[in-house]
């Protein structure tokens, strides 16, 4: 258990220390310590009302009407201040929260887009990393908030628990038990009374609350599972449609809620218990501090306004040492969170660490005239090969279409050209300072207006509207030339085969020395394709294409083929014409 709390608090400093070693530590810390110095002078300002309450009882005690009203003057200016000093701490609170959440998020969403590790972990079999949306977005916010609400309100419950004792331990004065006819004198009973009292509230809270630290990783878990299987039914409609998956959907959801229904009927049980749990040990403590104050009352060892001032010091020393009681809840989400997070770094570490050690993939960029491949060996996830002892060499102007039965590795060996495949192990040469295109089969369209979706993934910087739309003429899109300020989901909203003429429009924007299409024509007819080869072979003679497809049409456009088999060989021949 010990090292388990141990592990728990290492880990969840990994991922906090590197914002409070930051470039932005200055802040950070100042921002910090004003929190805790305004948190100080909460206490402070407690303490002041708690010795307050003594003259207060008193002048009520003995008529006093004129120090009744000074008492309650002076009452108000010690609650102003301490209005107004909460309102400054929730404030810097807030900010460093916002400080802390806007670094973290930016860095987290930097090392996943970096070394296109959210593409690994989706490739990586050995890492089980869900929803890495839900850790960006959720996480890091839950993370930052309940390390500092917890943190904070456990340095606050320190201070008041140091502050507090010293007025109950004065004001509890020496009690004397009698047991088996032996005097034992209690010095400072009040507190012990309320250590002890803490102390059984805390165990039978963590007894009881336990299972609620992985109730709640599961719970978040299943609901983000039930919403990306939602959004995936919006993203396929047309094929669940044209599929009649209706049914087929409709008992995949209910197999995912019943997930959720089954974990938070459980964590409704276990919360159930703990609320009666926590209100009991609530109810009883508001009263428990009068009853065991009540001897020293009741021999007149103290007056009622001491009577009241040991009261209001109990609850605040009992306040400081329930600090789990009051807050297990929250615990149990933090560990949880803590534990999410820490996957996402783990998994993120270990696919780019991993992977390149493994396979010795090289690819670097030199001043070179050719884009060239040397001993290139490509393999699936699982190890086996797919492709062996690949060498070639593609001039500029080259024009090359790759072909082969499905499943042979067309597509994989572009990807590998652009260095996305991690599977790999030999040398990839790219010319330096030349622009290299690679369109897939279905073309990514961002939520955005059309003409910021045609130079994606470059960004607009001057009006190129005149030339977009003539382009959109050339790749037969003349119905788009009025919408390129309208923003929409082109993805949902084109057809296929128009996103795919949007990607060919990109191709003649964007004008690469390198092109390679992964079977980029797939969805249009023989005659549209035949147009969009002819256009950019004509507009760019220069430049290489580099082709996967499967119609024999395409032997057209191109000098030369490479034919792949299922053995993991090549062949490359010219075509005549």
């Not at 140091?162 to 004001?171: D, E, G, R």
């Not at 009622?304 to 600090?323: E, K, N, P, W």
């Not at 309208?486 to 003429?501: F, N």
């Given at each position: 258990?010990?090292?388990?709390?141990?592990?728990?608090?290492?880990?969840?400093?990994?991922?906090?220390?590197?914002?409070?070693?930051?470039?932005?530590?200055?802040?950070?810390?100042?921002?910090?310590?004003?929190?805790?110095?305004?948190?100080?002078?909460?206490?402070?300002?407690?303490?002041?009302?708690?010795?307050?309450?003594?003259?207060?009882?008193?002048?009520?005690?003995?008529?006093?009407?004129?120090?009744?009203?000074?008492?309650?003057?002076?009452?108000?200016?010690?609650?102003?201040?301490?209005?107004?000093?909460?309102?400054?701490?929730?404030?810097?609170?807030?900010?460093?929260?916002?400080?802390?959440?806007?670094?973290?998020?930016?860095?987290?969403?930097?090392?996943?887009?970096?070394?296109?590790?959210?593409?690994?972990?989706?490739?990586?079999?050995?890492?089980?990393?869900?929803?890495?949306?839900?850790?960006?977005?959720?996480?890091?916010?839950?993370?930052?908030?309940?390390?500092?609400?917890?943190?904070?309100?456990?340095?606050?419950?320190?201070?008041?628990?140091?502050?507090?004792?010293?007025?109950?331990?004065?004001?509890?004065?020496?009690?004397?038990?009698?047991?088996?006819?032996?005097?034992?004198?209690?010095?400072?009973?009040?507190?012990?009374?309320?250590?002890?009292?803490?102390?059984g509230g805390t165990y039978w809270t963590v007894k009881t609350g336990r299972p609620l630290v992985k109730l709640d990783f599961d719970q978040q878990r299943y609901e983000a599972d039930f919403r990306f299987s939602l959004m995936r039914l919006r993203e396929n409609a047309e094929s669940i449609a044209l599929y009649g998956g209706e049914r087929q959907e409709k008992w995949s959801f209910h197999q995912g809620f019943g997930k959720i229904i089954a974990t938070y009927q459980k964590i409704m049980k276990v919360?159930?218990?703990?609320?009666?749990?926590?209100?009991?040990?609530?109810?009883?403590?508001?009263?428990?501090?009068?009853?065991?104050?009540?001897?020293?009352?009741?021999?007149?060892?103290?007056?009622?306004?001491?009577?009241?001032?040991?009261?209001?010091?109990?609850?605040?020393?009992?306040?400081?040492?329930?600090?789990?009681?009051?807050?297990?809840?929250?615990?149990?989400?933090?560990?949880?969170?803590?534990?999410?997070?820490?996957?996402?770094?783990?998994?993120?570490?270990?696919?780019?660490?991993?992977?390149?050690?493994?396979?010795?993939?090289?690819?670097?960029?030199?001043?070179?005239?050719?884009?060239?491949?040397?001993?290139?060996?490509?393999?699936?996830?699982?190890?086996?090969?797919?492709?062996?002892?690949?060498?070639?060499?593609?001039?500029?102007?080259?024009?090359?279409?790759?072909?082969?039965?499905?499943?042979?590795?067309?597509?994989?060996?572009?990807?590998?050209?652009?260095?996305?495949?991690?599977?790999?192990?030999?040398?990839?040469?790219?010319?330096?300072?030349?622009?290299?295109?690679?369109?897939?089969?279905?073309?990514?369209?961002?939520?955005?207006?059309?003409?910021?979706?045609?130079?994606?993934?470059?960004?607009?910087?001057?009006?190129?509207?005149?030339?977009?739309?003539?382009?959109?003429?050339?790749?037969?899109?003349?119905?788009?030339?009025?919408?390129?300020?309208?923003?929409?989901?082109?993805?949902?909203?084109?057809?296929?085969?128009?996103?795919?003429?949007?990607?060919?429009?990109?191709?003649?924007?964007?004008?690469?020395?390198?092109?390679?299409?992964?079977?980029?024509?797939?969805?249009?007819?023989?005659?549209?394709?035949?147009?969009?080869?002819?256009?950019?072979?004509?507009?760019?003679?220069?430049?290489?294409?580099?082709?996967?497809?499967?119609?024999?049409?395409?032997?057209?456009?191109?000098?030369?083929?490479?034919?792949?088999?299922?053995?993991?060989?090549?062949?490359?021949?010219?075509?005549?014409?």
């Amino acid at each position: 258990m010990r090292r388990g709390k141990a592990a728990l608090l290492l880990t969840s400093w990994k991922i906090a220390r590197s914002y409070w070693f930051s470039e932005e530590k200055w802040s950070a810390w100042g921002l910090l310590f004003t929190v805790i110095t305004l948190n100080l002078g909460i206490v402070y300002m407690l303490v002041l009302i708690n010795t307050w309450q003594v003259n207060f009882y008193e002048v009520i005690q003995s008529h006093n009407y004129q120090g009744f009203m000074e008492s309650i003057g002076h009452y108000c200016i010690l609650a102003a201040c301490l209005v107004v000093i909460r309102g400054y701490q929730i404030y810097t609170r807030m900010m460093l929260h916002i400080g802390w959440r806007r670094w973290m998020t930016e860095r987290y969403l930097s090392d996943w887009l970096a070394h296109k590790t959210y593409y690994l972990l989706q490739l990586s079999q050995e890492h089980d990393m869900d929803n890495p949306d839900q850790r960006i977005s959720e996480d890091i916010e839950m993370f930052v908030w309940l390390t500092l609400r917890l943190s904070l309100d456990l340095l606050q419950d320190l201070v008041t628990i140091l502050s507090f004792i010293v007025i109950l331990w004065n004001l509890s004065g020496i009690i004397t038990l009698s047991i088996a006819g032996y005097e034992i004198p209690i010095q400072g009973y009040l507190v012990w009374v309320a250590m002890l009292y803490a102390m059984g509230g805390t165990y039978w809270t963590v007894k009881t609350g336990r299972p609620l630290v992985k109730l709640d990783f599961d719970q978040q878990r299943y609901e983000a599972d039930f919403r990306f299987s939602l959004m995936r039914l919006r993203e396929n409609a047309e094929s669940i449609a044209l599929y009649g998956g209706e049914r087929q959907e409709k008992w995949s959801f209910h197999q995912g809620f019943g997930k959720i229904i089954a974990t938070y009927q459980k964590i409704m049980k276990v919360r159930r218990s703990l609320t009666w749990l926590t209100s009991s040990y609530t109810q009883v403590s508001s009263i428990f501090a009068s009853i065991a104050a009540a001897p020293r009352y009741f021999t007149s060892q103290i007056h009622l306004g001491q009577m009241f001032q040991i009261v209001d010091a109990y609850r605040h020393v009992q306040t400081g040492f329930s600090f789990v009681v009051d807050s297990f809840t929250l615990l149990a989400q933090w560990r949880a969170v803590v534990n999410r997070l820490n996957n996402f770094l783990v998994s993120m570490e270990m696919v780019r660490g991993q992977l390149p050690r493994a396979y010795k993939l090289n690819i670097s960029r030199e001043n070179s005239a050719v884009y060239s491949a040397c001993n290139l060996q490509i393999f699936l996830p699982d190890g086996s090969l797919l492709i062996k002892d690949l060498s070639l060499s593609i001039k500029p102007a080259d024009k090359l279409l790759i072909m082969g039965e499905s499943g042979c590795g067309k597509s994989t060996l572009l990807r590998t050209f652009a260095g996305i495949w991690p599977y790999a192990s030999g040398k990839i040469i790219v010319p330096d300072k030349q622009k290299v295109m690679f369109l897939p089969q279905k073309s990514y369209l961002p939520c955005s207006s059309l003409r910021e979706t045609l130079v994606y993934p470059d960004i607009v910087k001057e009006d190129k509207d005149k030339v977009m739309r003539e382009i959109l003429v050339m790749c037969k899109l003349a119905h788009l030339t009025d919408k390129l300020h309208i923003v929409a989901d082109w993805g949902h909203t084109l057809s296929l085969g128009e996103q795919q003429r949007v990607a060919f429009a990109r191709v003649l924007l964007q004008k690469p020395n390198w092109l390679f299409l992964d079977e980029a024509t797939s969805a249009l007819d023989e005659g549209t394709e035949q147009a969009m080869y002819k256009m950019i072979v004509s507009t760019m003679s220069s430049a290489a294409i580099i082709s996967v497809g499967h119609r024999s049409t395409l032997m057209n456009y191109h000098t030369a083929k490479m034919e792949l088999n299922s053995m993991g060989s090549c062949v490359v021949t010219k075509i005549h014409k």
